[in-house]
C-alpha cells in the first residue's frame, strides 16, 4: 500500500507546542469540532495589514464564514475596512447582522434574491452588487424599480491573460479591454435606478496560486515567471480600465483587487484603492506554499482516533473535507498533531473515516488535530467554531451553517 506524506516541512519547536496545546484545549469536547486559534488570527491581522503597503483590505467573507470573526477582523483597525461577500444572498443576512459597506463579488440575475438585495438597500443597508453584463444591468434594473431605490453597483474586471495554450487566470468576467467596459457603461446610461460606484479586477492566477510547492520544482519554476511576466500586464490594464471610465465621467468611489497571495503587487498598483483578502487569516495548507510571505495557521479540525486496525495505524472517524477545485492530492487536509502521522495515499480523507500512519500514534479515543487545505470551505461542516486563546477554549460561536444559512 502506497502511503502519501502528509507532513510539510518540520514546524519550530514552538510551532509544536503549540499544536499540542491546541489539542489539549479540545480533549473532552464532542468530536469532530471545529477551532480558531485567536493567537495566530490576530497576528495574520497584524502580518496582512503591514503587507497591504497602507491599503485598506476588505475583508472576503467567504473565507471566514464565521461572523464573530468577520466582525474581529473589521475591529482590528482602519487596515480592514469593508466585506467583500461572495453572494447578494449572503451579503444581505451579514447587513442584518448589523455589518456594513458590502461589496458582493459575484453578479446574479435570480429575482428573489435582488429583491432582497433591493429591499435591504432601500431599508439603509450599504450593499454594492456586481454586474458584468447587459443581463445583470436588466435584473439589478427591475429590482431596485419594484422597491423604489437606486443600487449601487460595481464593474467586474477579467483579470486572466492568454497565452499559447494556456489561458493563465480563472474564466469570470468579459470585461478583459477598456472597449468592452465602455461599452456597458454606456448600456448603463439607460438604467436610472442604477449608479456606478467602484471597479473590481480580481488576478486569482497571482493571488491564489503558489509556487513553493513541495515536490513541484519545475511546476513552481513556471509558476513563478508566469507571474513575473503577468503582474505588470495585469496592472495595466486595470489602469488603462479606470482611467477610459475615468474619462467617460464615471465617479468611482473605490477599485478593489488581489487577494491574500497578491497583497504586495496590487497594492503597487496606483489604481488599486482597497485589497480583497480573507484566506490568510485562517492560513490553510495551500498558503503554505507561497515564496513572499508565510502566515501562521489558524483554523483547525480535531476528529476522533476512533479505532486501529494494527500494524502502526490508527482510524479517525469522518474527515473529508476536501478543498474544492481540481482534484489533486494537495486538496486534502493535513494531520499536524500528534506529529509525523501519514495519510493513506489510496485512501486519503474519508466522509466516514481516515486511517493514518505514523511511529506514535495516539490513542484509541483521543483527538488528532487537523489543518484544512482551503479556508472558510470545511467550516460548512460545523455548527460551532471552538475560538482559543494560550491554549483554552475562551469562546463558542456560530459559523454561517450554525446560523441556518446555506449560500454556497
Not at 18 to 36: F, H, K, M, T, W
Not at 111 to 139: F, K, W
Not at 234 to 254: D, K, N, T
Not at 266 to 289: K, N, R, W
Amino acid at each position: 500500500m502506497k502511503r502519501a506524506a502528509a507532513m510539510p516541512p518540520q514546524a519550530s519547536q514552538p510551532q509544536h507546542q503549540r499544536y499540542a496545546s491546541l489539542l489539549d484545549a479540545v480533549r473532552g469536547e464532542p468530536l469532530p469540532c471545529a477551532l480558531i486559534d485567536l493567537d495566530a488570527f490576530d497576528r495574520n491581522l497584524a502580518a496582512m495589514a503591514a503587507r497591504a503597503g497602507g491599503k485598506p483590505i476588505r475583508v472576503a467573507s467567504k473565507s471566514l464564514r464565521v461572523p464573530a470573526l468577520l466582525k474581529r477582523a473589521l475591529a482590528f483597525g482602519p487596515a480592514y475596512g469593508g466585506l467583500l461577500c461572495y453572494s447578494v444572498a449572503e451579503a444581505v443576512a451579514l447587513a442584518e447582522q448589523g455589518l456594513d459597506d458590502l461589496l458582493v463579488a459575484y453578479p446574479t440575475c435570480q429575482p428573489q434574491a435582488l429583491t432582497r438585495l433591493a429591499q435591504a438597500v432601500a431599508a439603509g443597508r450599504s450593499i454594492v452588487a456586481m454586474a458584468d453584463s447587459e443581463a445583470h444591468l436588466a435584473a439589478l434594473q427591475a429590482a431596485a424599480q419594484q422597491a423604489g431605490t437606486t443600487l449601487e453597483i460595481a464593474f467586474d474586471l477579467d483579470m486572466s491573460l492568454d497565452l499559447p495554450g494556456l489561458h493563465f487566470g480563472v474564466y469570470r468576467s468579459p470585461l478583459n479591454t477598456p472597449a468592452k467596459l465602455l461599452a456597458l457603461h454606456t448600456h448603463l446610461a439607460r438604467h436610472d435606478r442604477l449608479q456606478l460606484v467602484g471597479l473590481m479586477g480580481y488576478e486569482a492566477q497571482i493571488a491564489g496560486l503558489g509556487e513553493a510547492v513541495p515536490g513541484k520544482a519545475l511546476e513552481n519554476w513556471v509558476v513563478a515567471r508566469l507571474k513575473a511576466w503577468a503582474i505588470p500586464r495585469i496592472a495595466a490594464r486595470r489602469q488603462a480600465m479606470v482611467a477610459a471610465l475615468q474619462l467617460e465621467g464615471a465617479q468611482l468611489r473605490f477599485v478593489n483587487g488581489g487577494g491574500t497571495g497578491s497583497l504586495e503587487s496590487t497594492a503597487q498598483d496606483l489604481s488599486v484603492t482597497e485589497l480583497g483578502a480573507g484566506s490568510g487569516l485562517y492560513t490553510p495548507v495551500l498558503f503554505d506554499h507561497f515564496r513572499g510571505f508565510q502566515h501562521e495557521p489558524a483554523a483547525f479540525f480535531a476528529l476522533e482516533a476512533c479505532r486501529s486496525a494494527g500494524a502502526g495505524s490508527i482510524t479517525c472517524q469522518g474527515g473529508g473535507y476536501i478543498a474544492s477545485g481540481a482534484i489533486e492530492a494537495r486538496k486534502q487536509p493535513l494531520p499536524v498533531w500528534p506529529p509525523g502521522l501519514r495519510l493513506l495515499g489510496q485512501e486519503g480523507l474519508g466522509e466516514v473515516q481516515t486511517p493514518l500512519f505514523g511511529e506514535r500514534l495516539p490513542e484509541v479515543g483521543s483527538p488528532v488535530l487537523f489543518r484544512p487545505a482551503k479556508a472558510g470551505e470545511y467550516l460548512d461542516r460545523f455548527d460551532e467554531v471552538l475560538l482559543v486563546r494560550g491554549g483554552s477554549i475562551v469562546d463558542r460561536v456560530p459559523t454561517y451553517r450554525g446560523l441556518g444559512w446555506r449560500f454556497f
